[in-house]
């Protein structure tokens, strides 16, 4: 007996892929329609969302008094390092939140090559009182010797001197940014673009950072320093490729510059995920969350926020030469 294949299987296996094929091409087209002609309608998602996330950090401000959850390096306060690593970590920050319940306390662990060396538990007490009362707690808790633990104590004033500093230095950043865009396009529009989608970039990276209730250190701070970086670099490529290339049309040189961002982008978040899937340190982990965050962000805010203010100035440009 001889086999012979289906033929009505066979057609109807190239029908099925035929139509998926048809139908993601069909997407592909009204995607690239809507991106290309309404652009001035797509302009008003990155725009609502710097205004969702103005909101969010005003009613931080006003709830709170600080525009961040700020962290112990920053405001201040207290951390007791233990360095009995038999102590279960969460059953500790379980009893002391429930014997502190208006105090700001963190339990975590300090490991080195994936092995835990020590336990450090910070609190925003900065009084000797205060931090004896949490010692003794501590000590209830778990049988400490004077030689299982220190004591390191950082003032609220220097935590403000430094948060003071860095956003000094974030505003010179962005100054220089903006005069260093202004002489290489020579032009003030795509100067605002680029800045406005670095400050957008910040904005809603620090409203969805409040969100995830994590506490902002100096190490946080560092990584929105990065994000600038990271925000300027798509955004400079898209704009030199627009404004200073000419072969092409303003939507093929834009589809290029999309080409390469993206696999940019890609690459970092990539790295970025696998951080923070492997490492354990609590202060990468942060890094790490500020940068996927941001760098999610700044696909919208340079792909459809910068690209729409572009193509609105150059068809301004075009007709005035008109």
């Given at each position: 007996m001889t086999l012979k294949p289906d033929i009505n299987i066979k057609h109807k296996?190239?029908?099925?892929?035929?139509?998926?094929?048809?139908?993601?091409?069909?997407?592909?087209?009204?995607?690239?329609?809507?991106?290309?002609?309404?652009?001035?309608?797509?302009?008003?998602?990155?725009?609502?969302?710097?205004?969702?996330?103005?909101?969010?950090?005003?009613?931080?401000?006003?709830?709170?008094?600080?525009?961040?959850?700020?962290?112990?390096?920053?405001?201040?306060?207290?951390?007791?390092?233990?360095?009995?690593?038999?102590?279960?970590?969460?059953?500790?920050?379980?009893?002391?939140?429930?014997?502190?319940?208006?105090?700001?306390?963190?339990?975590?662990?300090?490991?080195?090559?994936?092995k835990i060396v020590s336990i450090a538990i910070d609190s925003d007490a900065q009084e000797n009182e205060e931090i004896d009362v949490l010692l003794e707690s501590i000590k209830e808790k778990e049988n400490l010797d004077k030689d299982d633990y220190s004591i390191e104590v950082m003032g609220s004033s220097l935590g403000k001197s430094f948060f003071k500093q860095t956003l000094i230095a974030l505003l010179i950043a962005f100054l220089l940014m903006g005069v260093v865009v202004l002489i290489y396009f020579r032009s003030l529009a795509p100067c605002l673009a680029v800045m406005l989608a670095a400050f957008s970039d910040i904005v809603v990276t620090l409203a969805i950072f409040n969100l995830t209730g994590i506490k902002l250190s100096t190490a946080g701070i560092a990584a929105f320093l990065m994000l600038i970086g990271y925000s300027v670099d798509t955004d400079i490529l898209l704009s030199t490729r627009v404004l200073k290339r000419k072969e092409g049309s303003v939507m093929e040189r834009i589809y290029g510059a999309i080409k390469t961002g993206l696999t940019m982008s890609t690459t970092t978040l990539t790295a970025v995920l696998v951080a923070l899937i492997f490492v354990e340190s609590d202060v990468i982990k942060q890094i790490m969350t500020i940068l996927f965050i941001g760098l999610l962000v700044d696909l919208v805010m340079t792909w459809i926020q910068n690209v729409g203010i572009l193509r609105l100035y150059l068809e301004r440009k075009g007709k005035k030469k008109h």
């Open positions: 296996t190239s029908q099925s892929l035929y139509r998926k094929h048809r139908f993601e091409s069909n997407m592909m087209k009204s995607f690239k329609e809507i991106y290309e002609n309404k652009y001035k309608v797509l302009l008003i998602i990155p725009f609502l969302i710097l205004i969702l996330a103005l909101l969010q950090i005003g009613m931080q401000y006003s709830f709170t008094g600080e525009f961040v959850n700020k962290g112990i390096t920053l405001k201040g306060g207290s951390t007791i390092t233990i360095t009995k690593t038999s102590i279960d970590v969460n059953e500790l920050e379980s009893f002391l939140s429930n014997k502190f319940p208006k105090a700001d306390i963190n339990v975590r662990t300090l490991t080195i090559a994936g």
